[in-house]
């Protein structure tokens, strides 16, 4: 099974700021297949980035997704107000697909 | 507008089946596969398993022999059984359909609203 651990836990950030959010895998993530998240509370997930870097529809285009191999990052370049939540990456390229623990953004 | 509506059980005493079920609304149910996920405080987000039209299935080895993932004979809703439940099952219990974009699996696009269950005596 391949682990994911995502840093930091919490990311401590102000609206306007850059967000730079990090999964790293314990083995190769087959075909970069990987995916972020974004969950707020009493919510289900919501697909952000998959395939490492595609942004899923309808997604704003200050989110963007890069990495490859073990180390993945999501960035958001300019955060908004209603950017602030928790986010997940997830691995699909190995069964079982598994999480991350998580990283929580919120608001400096 | 896909959506997921999801259903069942939300107390269970342990040893006993939690019983999920999930609708799938507005878009078509082959060239997907269509997962169950959990979500607890101790284990974070956990996939269970998946099922396509045809009822091939995935499951996670974690959760061994307990998990049973069904579909209708109309190929909607599809259903999730975990037997022999205890206290470590408790947690909200999610629908989901994987992304065609990202190959019909794996990327989670479409999430039911989830459900609450707890396993207690």
């Known amino acids: 099974e391949i682990v994911l651990r995502q840093s930091p836990a919490t990311l401590s950030l102000s609206p306007g700021e850059r967000a730079t959010l990090s999964c790293g895998a314990s083995?190769?993530?087959?075909?970069?297949?990987l995916a972020w998240y974004q969950q707020k509370p009493g919510l289900a997930p919501r697909l952000l980035v998959y395939?490492?870097?595609i942004r899923a529809t309808g997604i704003p285009d200050r989110f963007s997704g890069s990495g490859s191999g073990t180390d993945f990052t999501l960035t958001i370049s300019r955060l908004e107000p209603e950017d602030f939540a928790v986010y997940y990456c997830?691995?699909?390229?190995?069964?079982?697909?598994?999480f991350g623990q998580g990283t929580k953004l919120e608001i400096k | 507008q896909v959506q997921l509506q999801q259903w069942g059980a939300g107390l269970l005493k342990p040893s006993e089946t939690l019983s999920l079920t999930c609708a799938v609304y507005?878009?078509?149910?082959?060239?997907?596969?269509w997962s169950w996920i959990r979500q607890s405080p101790g284990k974070g987000l956990e996939w269970i398993g998946e099922i396509n039209h045809s009822g091939s299935t995935h499951n996670n080895p974690s959760l061994k022999s307990r998990v049973t993932i069904s579909v209708g004979t109309t190929n909607n809703p599809f259903s999730l059984k975990l037997s022999s439940v205890t206290a470590a099952d408790t947690a909200v219990y999610y629908c989901?359909?994987?992304?065609?974009?990202?190959?019909?699996?794996?990327?989670?696009?479409?999430w039911g609203q989830g459900t609450v269950v707890t396993v207690s005596s």
């Open positions: 507005g878009g078509s149910f082959s060239g997907h596969y």
């Open positions: 997830q691995q699909y390229g190995g069964s079982p697909y598994t």
């Open positions: 989901a359909r994987g992304s065609l974009a990202a190959g019909g699996t794996g990327a989670f696009d479409i």
């Open positions: 083995q190769s993530v087959s075909s970069s297949y």
């Open positions: 395939d490492a870097n």
